[in-house]
């Protein structure tokens, strides 16, 4: 079984800062394994923000927030933070913690299957 606990978020002004964290465990985490961050708003298909691989630590995102997003990696906790500076009000979503076997970092993919946290709120107010 795998597990995902997601931790920070919350509200913020625009140009501020948050981080996010997200500890995992359970069967997917053996070996090489691939983390992620996806947001969602009402209506939305759900997006991916950020990919790390646990192999090379390779990252990739998207282009909405390249440049003011870095996602990061503790191999040995099982634990990826997503530190979002710059914040802007369309930066608004429910974001939610991903893990699965296999992804491309460079296409910003993470592949099936894939497990999910729970989900955390971030507010951009402008």
């Known amino acids: 079984q795998v597990q995902l606990l997601e931790s920070g978020g919350g509200s913020v002004q625009a140009g501020g800062s948050l981080k996010l964290s997200c500890a995992g465990s359970?069967?997917?985490?053996?070996?090489?394994?691939?983390m992620g961050w996806f947001r969602q708003t009402p209506g939305k298909e759900r997006e991916a923000v950020a990919i790390i691989y646990s192999g090379d630590y390779s990252t990739g995102y998207s282009d909405s927030v390249l440049g003011r997003f870095t996602i990061s990696l503790d191999n040995a906790k099982n634990v990826v933070d997503l530190r979002m500076n710059d914040l802007k009000s369309e930066d608004t979503a429910t974001y939610y913690c991903?893990?699965?076997?296999?992804?491309?970092?460079?296409?910003?993919?993470?592949?099936?299957?894939?497990?999910w946290g729970q989900g955390t709120q971030v507010s951009v107010s402008s």
């Open positions: 359970g069967d997917a985490f053996r070996g090489t394994y691939c």
């Open positions: 991903a893990a699965s076997q296999s992804c491309a970092p460079a296409l910003v993919v993470l592949y099936p299957t894939r497990h």
